[in-house]
């Protein structure tokens, strides 16, 4: 199986939507002839043209709201944020207006709009830049969040948010545009194409002792302190990927608890009102009675994004915070 990169997944899995649908375009700052502020849309100017590949002005409530607008017209327009903490110059239209469209016109009205770009910290653009808000639209009903954490997932995921009838919000790390995974060709899979259903977690890695739950980045914190806890201290950790926030497939997560009676969240997110509070609230909730600790977190720490390099790897969880808190609670 051939090995490729975050950006490169994401690319082939737009590639194949403009093929698949007519009513699909990709509109953003930098997206057409400049190839992408990360080169997710290299290429894809050249092939499709002006009126599937849009640049847009640095306007994001403006060109955000156009997109909105020609969703609930019937085109499927996938928006580029160049940061995610862009979003909140539209947030009315995000927020009040994508997320409501169904409910306030009775069912009349879709909006399948995907709006992606970069939700992270870890590259050292400061406190205006480096936010990672998935926990915010979350919590937004109608909207769907998603967060693919490898090439695999990217592909088969931005796939099924563009063929989503509502509002997805895909969040991505910069720090993981560049890494690769092994992805099957089209033609080694059995349906033809790389899909995966928004709403359903993966088990990253089987494992009985604890369980790892993570989304995003995070995810491959775990499952590099996984590799070390089982290798060096003889614990077997379990990493679930939550990969679609909302929808939650709590199921998996669950049963994964139910297995392992230990659970820790770990998220590059806040901790206040974060995702893994909510994650760990119906832990304690559903799981109660199966846990042999307490449930823990490992988040960012509660302060702005910090500008200086060596400061903002100390504020953002990592493999030894992991190791550390695990060896707590096993």
């Known amino acids: 199986m051939r090995s490729i990169s975050y950006r490169d997944a994401l690319r082939e899995g737009l590639d194949e939507e403009l093929a698949h649908d007519d009513n699909v375009f990709i509109m953003g700052e930098e997206v057409a002839e400049y190839n992408g502020a990360y080169k997710i849309t290299q290429g894809l100017w050249d092939k499709w043209g002006d009126k599937r590949v849009v640049d847009a002005p640095i306007s994001e409530g403006g060109f955000i709201g156009m997109g909105i607008g020609a969703s609930m017209l019937g085109l499927r327009p996938v928006m580029e944020l160049m940061f995610f903490s862009f979003a909140y110059v539209a947030f009315d239209q995000m927020m009040n207006n994508a997320a409501t469209c169904r409910y306030m016109s009775g069912g009349l009205l879709n909006c399948p709009i995907v709006v992606r770009g970069p939700a992270n910290g870890g590259t050292n653009v400061g406190a205006t830049h480096s936010h990672t808000p998935e926990n915010i639209f979350a919590n937004m009903p109608g909207l769907k969040v998603v967060s693919p954490a490898t090439a695999y997932d990217a592909k088969g995921l931005i796939k099924s948010a563009i063929r989503d009838n509502d509002p997805v919000y895909f969040m991505e790390s910069t720090v993981l545009y560049g890494q690769e995974w092994d992805v099957p060709e089209n033609s080694e899979l059995p349906g033809g194409e790389l899909i995966i259903p928004l709403g359903k977690a993966d088990i990253k890695k089987e494992g009985t002792d604890i369980s790892l739950i993570a989304h995003g980045r995070a995810v491959i914190t775990c499952l590099e302190a996984a590799k070390v806890l089982q290798d060096e201290h003889g614990i077997n950790a379990e990493v679930v990927d939550l990969r679609s926030i909302r929808p ?83």
């Open 248 to 330: 939650l497939d709590e199921e998996t997560i669950m049963a994964s608890v139910r297995k392992t009676h230990k659970a820790i969240y770990v998220e590059e997110n806040k901790p206040f009102c974060g995702v893994g509070a909510q994650i760990s609230s119906m832990i304690m909730e559903q799981c109660f009675d199966d846990l042999d600790a307490p449930v823990l977190r490992i988040t960012s720490m509660d302060a702005p994004a910090i500008y200086s390099p060596p400061l903002e790897k100390i504020q953002l969880p990592d493999v030894d915070d992991v190791i550390k808190r695990v060896k707590e609670i096993c």
